[in-house]
T-cell receptor, first 115, second 116 residues
């Protein structure tokens, strides 16, 4: 158990619906990352926050995706007008800023299935 | 652009034998390198990292990895495999700190299967 929780663990939705995932990282972790993982692939970077500021977004993150981290604690990832191609595992990870750190602490993920 | 390659989709090894899971990287500058393991229906777990110093780094569960700058490799090793080591292993690289985002770039993963 890494101490990072994600909710819901599984979500099945119909194409066109909106979904929202929540991540609660370890409280000391000032950096929070969202990744997406599809079958047979490694995790792909989506976006990251340092405290409440969203500092980088991948080109994978279309305008249907939005992420927030109000107050620098928990984070949400919303997908609007879902498409079948959005089906994937969405992973959240926390970490610390600093030159000698780098390991991330991952949650167990939120699996999205779009029908 | 920085990238990581794991040339083997699957590695099969008998319990008690040594194992190696291969990883090569491409990055400008000094890399930070990581290995993570993913068990079924579980999140990724950190195994070990190389930042600087000794080329041989030791990590969790008896795993170690050797950094080879000339070959741009960071292979994961274990002297004696256990059936419980069977899992999906990911190599990852990060740009050296210097204003970078600290994001990790992952390889495609290698499935390790240890036969009893």
């Amino acid at each position: 158990d890494t101490g990072v929780s994600q909710d819901p663990r599984h979500k099945i939705t119909k194409r066109g619906q909106n979904v929202t995932f929540r991540c609660d990282p370890i409280s000391e972790h000032n950096r929070l990352y969202w990744y997406r993982q599809t079958l047979g692939q490694g995790p792909e970077f989506l976006t990251y926050f340092q405290n409440e500021a969203q500092l980088e977004k991948s080109r994978l993150l279309s305008d249907r995706f939005s992420a927030e981290r109000p107050k620098g604690s928990f984070s949400t990832l919303e997908i609007q007008r879902t498409e079948q191609g959005d089906s994937a595992m969405y992973l959240c990870a926390g970490g610390l800023a600093g030159p000698d750190t780098g390991e991330l602490f991952f949650g167990e993920g939120s699996r999205l299935t779009v029908l | 652009a920085q990238s990581v390659a794991q040339p083997e989709d699957q590695v099969n090894v008998a319990e008690g034998n040594p194992l190696t899971v291969k990883c090569t990287y491409s990055v400008s500058g000094n890399p930070y390198l990581f290995w993570y393991v993913q068990y079924p229906n579980r999140g990724l777990q950190f195994l070990l990292k190389y930042i600087t110093g000794d080329n041989l780094v030791k990590g969790s569960y008896g795993f170690e990895a050797e950094f080879n700058k000339s070959q741009t490799s960071f292979h994961l090793k274990k002297p004696s495999a256990l059936v419980s080591d069977s899992a999906l292993y990911f190599c990852a690289v990060r740009l050296n700190y210097g204003g970078a985002t600290n994001k990790l770039i992952f390889g495609t993963g290698t499935l390790l299967a240890v036969q009893p």
